[in-house]
């Protein structure tokens, strides 16, 4: 009976697992949104693809925009004779040219310091070679690479782990559910046999032998309520949810052949895609 039970409750669920694969892509789909750990690499990825669009950047012509003012009013200055120096030249020229051509000028008191003096400027830099530059480019990139590996492997294995999870859930309600028309099955054969008893039918070994039948598929279904409710708290437990909420599942059996022969269940395998 138990060897029965077993096959009959594998075969129902490999046709069941055909068709909860819609509710079974929306829960991945929710598992990988809302675990944590996911959102950490995501956010790990982020700051890699920023350093790497900032080592990129290096590559390219830096302009700046700079200004100086000055502003002296007084200290240190440097005195310049000019007048001294051009004056006697000045005058002989005026003299030979019989004008005022050339006029006459001061010395100069030059201050070290510029007074009130406003520079603004472009400065323009390019690297024309560097190699520091360059490795560092790729340094970036292959962080980028391998940041998004990570976090492809931690989906996979999360996704599989979610297919489990949810397979279990699965196998562990089909389970009761035959448990439960078993224990119906075995309760009226042990109605039954009590009746033949009293009609002095049979002997009371067939009654005892009923009765152990009807107490092991009462255990049996007990055991598969306790798989029910570890598998629906370990798949909650992978979606990040409440661990008592409810699993959806939908079932199609009209379309069985139809999914069988049109090998829908293996037409959109990441696996298998090149």
């Not at 310049?80 to 003299?95: A, E, I, M, R, S």
């Not at 008893?197 to 009807?214: G, L, Q, S, Y």
């Amino acid at each position: 009976m138990k060897i029965k039970i077993v096959v009959l409750a594998a075969g129902l669920l490999l046709t069941n697992c055909l068709f909860a694969q819609k509710y079974l892509d929306e829960y991945i789909q929710i598992g990988l949104t809302k675990n944590l750990s996911i959102q950490q690499q995501n956010f790990a990825l982020e700051k890699s693809v920023y350093a790497l669009k900032e080592a990129k950047t290096l590559f390219l012509p830096r302009v700046s925009f700079m200004t100086d003012y000055f502003r002296a009013g007084g200290g240190r200055t440097v005195d310049f004779p000019v007048g001294d120096l051009l004056n006697p030249v000045y005058t002989t020229l005026n003299q030979l040219t019989g004008g005022n051509n050339f006029p006459q000028v001061t010395n100069q008191s030059i201050l070290l310091n510029p007074n009130n003096f406003y520079d603004a400027r472009f400065r323009t830099t390019l690297p024309l070679l560097n190699m520091e530059i360059a490795y560092n480019k790729r340094i970036k990139k292959d962080q980028v690479s391998m940041q998004q590996i990570e976090i492809d492997l931690f989906k996979r294995e999360l996704a599989k782990e979610i297919k489990l999870a949810y397979y279990k859930y699965l196998q562990a309600a089909e389970a009761i559910k035959i448990y439960n028309a078993a224990l119906d099955l075995v309760k009226e054969s042990s109605r039954i046999n009590s009746v033949l008893h009293a009609n002095d039918k049979v002997n009371n070994t067939v009654i005892v032998r009923a009765k152990n039948e009807v107490s092991k598929i009462e255990a049996m279904q007990k055991t598969a309520v306790q798989n029910a409710q570890s598998a629906q708290a370990y798949f909650n437990f992978l979606l990040n949810r409440n661990l008592a909420d409810s699993i959806l599942m939908d079932y199609d059996y009209n379309q069985v052949a139809a999914i069988l022969s049109k090998g829908a269940a293996i037409s959109g395998r990441e696996e298998l895609k090149n």
